[in-house]
């Protein structure tokens, strides 16, 4: 079954310290994989994706992703959190083929202290 | 801006009602979706449209219905059918061709009293 799986439900990091988060993937196809972050009460916003090349992917807001076969991960990383990342990450999957559905993760909740 | 505008932002509905969600897109994108979000439950799937005049049931349309007459519009119907109706749902769209990318709009919060 097709499934996106982050293991962390809820992390909270120092302002200024470094971030990993996790996300599994299981997919029968070549994955497209994306990172997206909602603020309270607000839509997702795209922080970036990986569909072929480079394993490292730079996104917006200083994030970067790699992309793991051997491990079916594409775990996000930024160096230096701020007190404004503090908001909902979502990992998904999807197919190559335009149209078809992402699949999506069940979120990891960001908290930054100061 | 191009842009998903979903109203309203906040929608009340007593037990029994039907409800309507409004999405409408101005990025000329083919595919439009809608999603449903509970607190530790991710995204889920509700309906999703690849062309006008034609969309699919995702993983958890009971309860639902959709339809899409114009590229630009998906409205959702929550029925009295949907047993659990509380949440926030989002709208989302994107081209059929090319980059496989999705742009939501702001959500609209639905609760039934």
């Known amino acids: 079954a097709q499934s996106v799986t982050q293991p962390d439900i809820h992390i909270t990091v120092s302002e200024g310290a470094s971030l990993e988060l996790r996300c599994n993937y299981s997919?029968?196809?070549?994955?497209?994989l994306f990172w997206y972050v909602q603020s309270p009460g607000q839509g997702l916003q795209l922080l970036l994706k990986y569909f072929s090349g480079d394993t490292l992917v730079q996104g917006i807001k200083g994030f970067e992703a790699e992309f793991k076969r051997s491990q079916s991960s594409f775990n996000l990383r930024k160096p230096s959190v701020h007190w404004s990342d503090a908001a909902e990450y979502f990992c998904a999957v999807g197919a190559g083929q335009a149209g078809t559905a992402l699949i999506f993760g069940k979120g990891t909740t960001l908290s930054v202290s100061s | 801006d191009g842009g998903i505008t979903q109203s309203p932002k906040y929608l009340f509905r007593k037990e029994g009602q039907n409800v309507t969600l409004s999405c409408e897109q101005n990025?000329?994108?083919?595919?439009m979706y809608w999603y449903r979000q509970d607190p530790g439950q991710g995204l889920r799937l509700i309906y999703y449209s690849q062309i006008v005049n034609d969309f699919q049931k995702g993983d958890i349309a009971e309860g639902y219905s959709v339809s899409r007459e114009k590229k630009e519009s998906f409205p959702l119907t929550v029925t009295s059918a949907q047993k659990n109706p509380t949440a926030f749902y989002l709208c989302?769209?994107?081209?059929?061709?090319?980059?496989?990318?999705?742009?939501f709009g702001a959500g609209s919060r639905l609760t039934v009293l």
């Open positions: 990025l000329n994108h083919d595919a």
């Open positions: 997919y029968g196809a070549t994955p497209y």
């Open positions: 989302a769209s994107k081209r059929a061709r090319g980059a496989n990318v999705l742009t």
